[in-house]
């Protein structure tokens, strides 16, 4: 009973390691992984680039504000926008 058990457990688990290696295969020597790749970097410079305010400077993208549109602004310029919409 316990061998059956052990076979299934290592049955498994070898499942999971050509799986795993499939995947890696997959992410770092095709042309799907290449673009995988280009997608993710694209994404993370787009971010950084919203993350820079071009009248106060660079912000962390937690401290951005989300506007009802979506946008994004500094809080600077958020602070700005309300004082001049209160005044």
């Not at 993370?44 to 549109?69: F, K, N, T, W, Y």
């Amino acid at each position: 009973m316990l061998a059956i058990l052990a076979e299934n457990v290592l049955f498994i688990l070898a499942l999971v390691a050509v799986g795993a290696v499939a995947y890696y295969v997959l992410l770092a020597y095709t042309p799907l992984g290449l673009r995988l790749r280009q997608n993710e970097n694209r994404r993370r410079i787009q971010r950084e680039a919203e993350a820079v305010c071009p009248v106060h400077g660079p912000h962390a993208e937690q401290d951005l504000v989300r506007l009802a549109s979506g946008e994004r602004i500094c809080p600077e310029c958020f602070r700005e926008a309300v004082r001049d919409v209160l005044n």
